[in-house]
């Protein structure tokens, strides 16, 4: 069974940080490369960042660039989101999905080009 399970969300202060994490299971770890993306209250669901799995290379949306850094350890087939500087619109349900190796580079903020979801955690920011 495909699995992405997705943690780490909370309640924390603006200004605070938190660690997501996503850990894979079902699937050939190795043959995706992983994005993150969020959907606030009454908002579509939006590309935050992605990274690739044979070059690293990361990818981030002009929204969070210089406070989110996105991180992989294939050993553990888990991919990390580090947010800094937390603001109350960064207030979503977090999910992370899979998306075909090589694609990070040209679909990494599609959300209908990534083929296995995670449940979402919750990241709550309080002003």
């Known amino acids: 069974e495909v699995q992405l399970q997705a943690s780490g969300g909370g309640l924390v202060q603006a200004g605070g940080s938190l660690r997501l994490s996503c850990a894979a299971s079902?699937?050939?770890?190795?043959?995706?490369?992983i994005g993150w993306f969020r959907q606030a209250p009454g908002k579509e669901r939006e590309g935050v960042s992605c990274?690739?799995?044979?070059?690293?290379?990361?990818h981030y949306a002009d929204s969070v660039k210089g406070r989110f850094t996105i991180s992989r350890d294939n050993v553990k087939n888990t991919v990390y989101l580090q947010i800094d500087s937390l603001k109350p619109e960064d207030t979503a349900v977090y999910y992370c999905?899979?998306?075909?190796?090589?694609?990070?580079?040209?679909?990494?903020?599609?959300?209908?080009?990534?083929?296995?979801w995670g449940q979402g955690t919750l990241v709550t920011v309080s002003s």
């Open positions: 999905a899979a998306l075909t190796l090589g694609r990070a580079g040209y679909y990494c903020f599609l959300a209908s080009m990534y083929d296995y």
């Open positions: 079902g699937f050939t770890f190795d043959d995706y490369d």
């Open positions: 990274i690739g799995t044979s070059d690293g290379i990361a």
